[in-house]
């Protein structure tokens, strides 16, 4: 898969056009099809990055998008343009606020040493 295909499925998960990840990104007039034929730069790779909420190095294929059926703690801000709602951080600290208070004992031995 080309860094152009990885941008436009990358977009199309987000609910966006190739031109609106473009225009967000603040690239010149039809920039990312250009990407097509040529290497972009790293700066506007990045920016593109940004707007989808993922890194220059996942764009290029260098690292993978996803690790095979594990979710990722970089996964959870993807759906939400790379910001995770209040709510949903919430939940996340008293999901681990409470695994915490129920395995205070195996945390402790595991970490020995490093409280």
């Known amino acids: 898969m080309t860094t152009f295909e990885r941008i436009k499925k990358l977009a199309k ?3 966006m056009t190739i031109a609106e990840v473009n225009d967000r990104a603040g690239l010149g ?3 990312l099809y250009n990407w097509k034929y040529q290497k972009p730069s790293y700066e506007s790779l990045k920016k593109v990055a940004d707007v989808l909420g993922t890194t220059p190095d996942i764009l290029n294929g260098v690292v993978p998008e996803k ?3 594990k979710i990722q ?3 959870l801000g993807m759906p939400y343009g790379g910001n995770i709602p209040d709510e949903l951080n919430d939940m996340i600290d008293s999901i681990a606020e409470t695994y915490l208070k ?3 004992e195996l945390i402790k031995d595991k970490y020995k040493g490093k409280w």
């Open 73 to 75: 703690w970089k996964d």
């Open 102 to 104: 129920n395995h205070s």
């Open 13 to 15: 998960e987000h609910g």
């Open 67 to 69: 690790s095979e059926g």
């Open 29 to 31: 007039k039809n920039s």
